[in-house]
């Protein structure tokens, strides 16, 4: 079944911890990214990667780390540098850069 | 850079009734242009698309027409349902390389019986 898998969908963490979110991609699809969502600001760009071992930041980067070992997986750190980083996020995928994306079905991260 | 502006929900209507989510847009050249719909709970799915000026994407009932003379790609649905109850994003790429793209703030729907 072909499609992007994030996990966990639910993460709860202390303050001061680093966490990673996974995604996964069997769309043989080359670029990637990481979208953070809060509510009533729609979607804002932490990190793309075009190809394998290259990422780019995007608009609000620091505080998360990421790597692209592999075509299929780009999974997104959130460090102990990240002032709120209680949010939604989105891993997506897309083939010709044309602007169509193709989401997973997301990751919440609450931070106590 | 390209930049989209779309209006500020949330956006109350009774089952059957008529939809309209306006957009506006800044773009350098003609970029695609594009509707997402993200249900409670889940990740954002396409819902249609254009790709020139003129166009109309179209999908499940629902219709957007890119209008270059208005730089508008408003939102349409003749009769709404309960299940269209969503959130839905307007969204293009950037300019200088469609690496990456720009999303709306995003307009929330509720359907009511």
């Known amino acids: 079944d072909g499609g992007i898998t994030q996990s966990p969908k639910y993460l709860f963490r202390k303050e001061g911890q680093n966490v990673t979110l996974s995604c996964e991609q069997n769309?043989?699809?080359?670029?990637m990214y990481w979208y953070r969502q809060d509510p009533g600001q729609g979607l804002r760009l932490i990190y793309y990667?075009?190809?394998?071992?290259?990422?780019q930041k995007g608009d609000i980067a620091e505080g998360y780390s990421v790597s692209r070992e592999k075509k299929e997986s780009f999974p997104l750190t959130v460090t102990s540098a990240q002032k709120n980083p209680t949010a939604f996020y989105l891993c997506?995928?897309?083939?010709?850069?044309?602007?169509?994306?193709?989401f997973g079905e997301g990751s919440r991260l609450t931070v106590l | 850079g390209n930049s989209v502006t779309q209006m500020e929900g949330p956006v109350t209507l009774s089952e059957e009734a008529f939809l309209t989510i306006n957009c506006t847009y800044t773009?350098?050249?003609?970029?695609?242009l594009f509707w997402y719909v993200q249900y409670p709970g889940e990740g954002l799915q396409l819902l249609l698309k254009?790709?020139?000026?003129?166009d109309k994407g179209s999908n499940k009932g629902f219709e957007a027409t890119y209008r270059k003379e208005t730089t508008s790609f408003h939102l349409e649905k003749g009769s709404v349902q309960v299940s269209d109850s969503a959130v839905y994003f307007c969204?293009?790429?950037?300019?200088?390389?469609?690496?990456?793209?720009?999303f709306g703030t995003g307009t929330k729907l509720q359907v009511i019986p």
């Open positions: 997506a995928t897309s083939q010709d850069y044309t602007g169509e994306l193709f």
């Open positions: 254009a790709t020139k000026a003129d």
């Open positions: 769309l043989n699809h080359d670029a």
């Open positions: 969204a293009l790429p950037n300019s200088g390389g469609y690496q990456k793209v720009t």
């Open positions: 773009a350098t050249g003609y970029p695609s």
């Open positions: 990667s075009q190809i394998v071992n290259d990422f």
